[in-house]
Nanobody, 122 residues
Framework: QVQLVESGGGVVQAGGSLRLSCAASGRTFSDYSMGWFRQVPGEERRFVASISWEGGHTRYADNVKGRFTISRDNARNTVYLQMNGLKPEDTAVYYC???????????????WGQGTQVTVSS
């Protein structure tokens, strides 16, 4: 089992930046690929970005490509999501997730954090 705790959410003006962190504890962090997802009320949870076990490969949703960067520090058991050029439509609860497979489908992830709210004002 791995436990995940997100932090770094908040309120930011359009065009601003935030960095989300997700700290993991429990099993060996490098056993897991990591993903970031987001959800707004009334909608399904959507893929944002994912990173492979050692960080050598990343994937992004088309609507965040070029603005968001996912990274990980296996020595610190932490995955990050640097978000630049934020837009009001980026407003959501952001979740990190862990799975032993590298995937973009939320249903494939076995472990989830509690989420952190990101609000982008226009």
């Amino acid at each position: 089992q791995v436990q995940l705790v997100e932090s770094g959410g908040g309120v930011v003006q359009a065009g601003g930046s935030l960095r989300l962190s997700c700290a993991a504890s429990g099993r060996t962090f490098s056993d897991y690929s990591m993903g970031w997802f987001r959800q707004v009320p009334g909608e399904e949870r959507r893929f944002v970005a994912s990173i492979s076990w050692e960080g050598g490969h990343t994937r992004y949703a088309d609507n965040v490509k070029g603005r968001f960067t996912i990274s990980r520090d296996n020595a610190r058991n932490t995955v990050y999501l640097q978000m630049n050029g934020l837009k009001p439509e980026d407003t959501a609860v952001y979740y990190c997730a862990a799975d032993t497979a590298w995937t973009v489908r939320p249903d494939d992830y076995d472990h989830w954090g509690q989420g952190t709210q990101v609000t982008v004002s226009s």
